[in-house]
T-cell receptor, first 114, second 114 residues
Framework: DVKVTQSSRYLVKRTGEKVFLECVQD?????MFWYRQDPGLGLRLIYF???????EKGDIPEGYSVSREKKERFSLILESASTNQTSMYLC?????????????FGDGTRLSIL | KQEVTQIPAALSVPEGENLVLNCSFT??????LQWFRQDPGKGLTSLLL?????REQTSGRLNASLDKSSGRSTLYIAASQPGDSATYLC?????????????FGKGTHLIIQP
């Protein structure tokens, strides 16, 4: 079974802090994703990576950056946290074949910015 | 831009009933459609993936159908159980260029009454 592990289930940070959310997958997947989930808005794609050191912006990249130095690890960085970034953050991974391979999700990190 | 709609937003039924959840999407140019389950405060669990060339997929008591030309999918749950209570999300992977993530509906919140 694919396992996607997010380092923290709950995180509380202060406005202006630099925040790192970590995600690790154990299936040697090429593709990794970061989403945020908000009530009434659903899941929205922030960034994705299709290979080591490669990244592309999703629908809502403003205020975020990402890092992928190793294939199994994909980090989401909030450069200067703001209260409107309080949300549930979900990481996902997927193998190379886009048509028949599902995305597998971690358990999520509930981030509160005070 | 792809839009995914799920109806109803919430559903409560007695245990043992068969039920259908609906998903519609506006752009039929898709690789696949995926159904997920989300328990409160948790990540997403992949249930079924239907490729664009397929009409349906089955897993246990779950059956998902896809009518790509009309932009519709249904998730059929047979003999519902209290453990089926969760939010069910559908998502599509577009053929078009741009970010490689999924486009999600806002989900159907399902309660199975014992």
């Amino acid at each position: 079974d694919v396992k996607v592990t997010q380092s923290s289930r709950y995180l509380v940070k202060r406005t202006g802090e630099k925040v790192f959310l970590e995600c690790v997958q154990d299936m040697d997947h090429e593709n990794m994703f970061w989403y945020r989930q908000d009530p009434g808005l659903g899941l929205r794609l922030i960034y994705f990576s299709y290979d080591v050191k490669m990244k592309e912006k999703g629908d809502i990249p403003e205020g975020y950056s990402v890092s992928r130095e190793k294939k199994e690890r994909f980090s989401l960085i909030l450069e200067s946290a703001s209260t409107n970034q309080t949300s549930m953050y979900l990481c996902a991974s997927r193998g190379e074949d886009v048509s028949n391979q599902p995305q597998h999700f971690g358990d999520g990190t509930r981030l509160s910015i005070l | 831009k792809q839009e995914v709609t799920q109806i109803p937003a919430a559903l409560s039924v007695p245990e043992g009933e068969n039920l259908v959840l609906n998903c519609s999407f506006t752009d039929s140019a898709i690789y696949n459609l995926q159904w997920f389950r989300q328990d409160p405060g948790k990540g997403l669990t992949s249930l079924l993936l239907i490729q664009s060339s397929q009409r349906e997929q089955t897993s246990g008591r779950l059956n998902a159908s896809l009518d790509k030309s009309s932009g519709r999918s249904t998730l059929y749950i047979a003999a519902s159980q209290p453990g089926d209570s969760a939010t069910y999300l559908c998502a599509v992977k577009d053929l078009g260029g741009g970010a490689d993530g999924l486009t999600f509906g806002k989900g159907t919140h399902l309660i199975i009454q014992p």
